[in-house]
């Protein structure tokens, strides 16, 4: 294993175990429950929006499962404040490709920032659900926020 993949796992762990996001908002905009049927894992994500504009203001969450799951969700609450719903999208949009490489290329961090740690799961087919749900709930959020053109 490469220092950078150490780097990757070490991230992963530490965000599954002091979750950035964990907890639901107070006051919401957008609501989403996802469940993976092939592990069990589950989340429900909401997204609260800057009064007057398409930015998000904050990504709550609550959730149970495996630690890559809960990683990502965790990563994700870290990233999504401050962008509007066009690069939110743009941004699921290239997680949800490097997820698709098995493993292939090199993502691009200075997009991705540190979801890129997640490029090693893109190995493991049975991992791609885990790593997807929480941003799949926020894609389902996004459409009842601002459906897409």
């Given at each position: 294993m490469s220092a950078l993949d150490g780097l990757y796992?070490?991230?992963?762990?530490d965000h599954s175990k002091?979750?950035?996001g964990?907890?639901?908002l107070e006051h919401h905009d957008a609501q989403h429950f996802e469940r993976n049927p092939s592990c069990g894992d589950e989340i429900t994500l909401q997204l609260a929006m800057e009064p007057g504009t398409d930015t998000v203001a904050?990504?709550?969450?609550?959730?149970a499962g495996c630690s890559i799951s809960m990683a990502s969700a965790s990563v994700l609450s870290e990233m999504a404040p401050?962008?509007?719903?066009?690069?939110?999208?743009?941004?699921?949009g290239e997680f949800r490709e490097m997820?698709?490489?098995?493993?292939?290329?090199e993502p691009d961090d200075e997009v991705l920032g540190d979801a890129v740690a997640?490029?090693?799961v893109s190995k493991f087919v049975m991992r791609i659900k885990?790593?997807?749900?929480a941003w799949v709930a926020a894609e389902a959020c996004l459409l009842e926020v601002r459906p897409a053109s």
């Open positions: 796992q070490q991230l992963i762990l002091k979750r950035s964990d907890g639901l904050a990504l709550g969450w609550t959730g401050g962008m509007s719903v066009d690069e939110l999208r743009a941004l699921i997820l698709r490489s098995r493993g292939a290329g997640f490029h090693g885990c790593a997807m749900l």
